[in-house]
């Protein structure tokens, strides 16, 4: 058996599948901040799913937030890591391969083989607390060289649009986050549910907020689909809750650019874009799969 781990800020979600991606375990725990309690955590979830499973472990995969380079993870600041090497303290009381790797990164591969792994050029949009994609190319997942492909979040599409990460105007994380939608309704202890629930009540600022997020993630399918040429686009995260309001509301933003660019209407990002409505866990999976590619 292959085991995936999804560690966040906040929770834990564990794995155990066979070779046909059937989940013959889970598991879900609150998850620990700083490197020791990430490390105590993943352990905790393998000897979790274990329990009252038959068979060996052949591997163990972690996806987490954050840059992550030949098993060290950099930047998880909800994780409270600037630098840690989470592969090497995992391994070091497992007798099984392990391999960590992006969390994002992870969804897209467990998104694209529990589609039946026929996509080509697969993506796959994290609208969350922040703003990520991973990209599946000829069945592979896309790294790059330095552990950030898919981190377009940082990428702006409006100098005079809001700053959220690190300072970047108009950054597609900006419009079209958990934590973007707060930085800009500025109330403190708010929630991105409670500006969207001012905008159903009619409050001007919150509408704003809200077709921005339309706006932001309609930007992030156009990027990659223009960068990776991607043939599908699957969209995850807790903003997908907005539901056929989000989907609709990309969908004007295609046209509008469809009907300026024959280019952009080629591509046929409408089509070619779904919101994640598989309820099996998407990112564990994925991450036991990356753990046994590279097992």
């Not at 930047?75 to 090497?85: K, M, P, T, V």
């Not at 070091?92 to 083989?113: E, F, M, R, T, Y």
């Not at 981190?151 to 108009?170: K, Q, R, T």
């Amino acid at each position: 058996m292959r085991i995936g781990i999804d560690i966040g800020g906040t929770k834990i979600e564990a794995v155990a599948i066979d070779d046909a991606l059937g989940v013959l375990a889970t598991f879900r725990g609150t998850a620990t901040c700083g490197p020791e309690g990430v490390t105590t955590g993943a352990l905790d979830a393998v000897r979790a799913v274990c329990d009252g499973t038959a068979g060996d472990i052949e591997s163990i995969g972690i996806g987490v937030p954050g840059a992550v380079r030949h098993g060290v993870v950099h930047h998880a600041r909800n994780l409270g890591i600037e630098s840690f090497d989470l592969e090497a303290a995992v391994a070091a009381s497992i007798d099984a391969p392990v391999h960590v790797c992006n969390d994002v990164n992870a969804a897209a591969l467990g998104a694209w083989a529990l589609r039946g792994g026929t996509s080509d050029s697969f993506a796959y949009l994290n609208l969350g607390t922040g703003l990520a994609a991973g990209v599946v190319l000829g069945g592979r997942l896309w790294e790059g060289a330095n552990g950030v492909s898919g981190e377009i979040g940082y990428v702006s599409v409006d100098p005079n649009g809001p700053a959220h990460v690190d300072g970047l105007a108009g950054s597609l994380e900006g419009y079209a986050s958990g934590s973007g939608v707060v930085a800009q309704w500025g109330v403190d202890g708010a929630t991105a549910i409670d500006v969207f629930a001012a905008a159903a009540a009619g409050d001007a600022h919150a509408i704003q907020i809200r077709d921005g997020v339309y706006f932001g993630a309609a930007s992030a399918v156009r990027v990659l689909a223009l960068a990776y040429g991607a043939d599908t686009i699957v969209i995850g995260g807790g903003l997908t809750g907005l539901g056929h309001a989000l989907s609709d509301g990309m969908a004007r933003h295609f046209a509008a650019w469809s009907a300026a660019s024959p280019l952009i209407a080629s591509l046929g990002l409408a089509s070619i874009t779904q919101l994640l409505t598989d309820e099996r866990p998407t990112h564990a999976i994925g991450a036991a799969l990356a753990g046994g590619h590279h097992g």
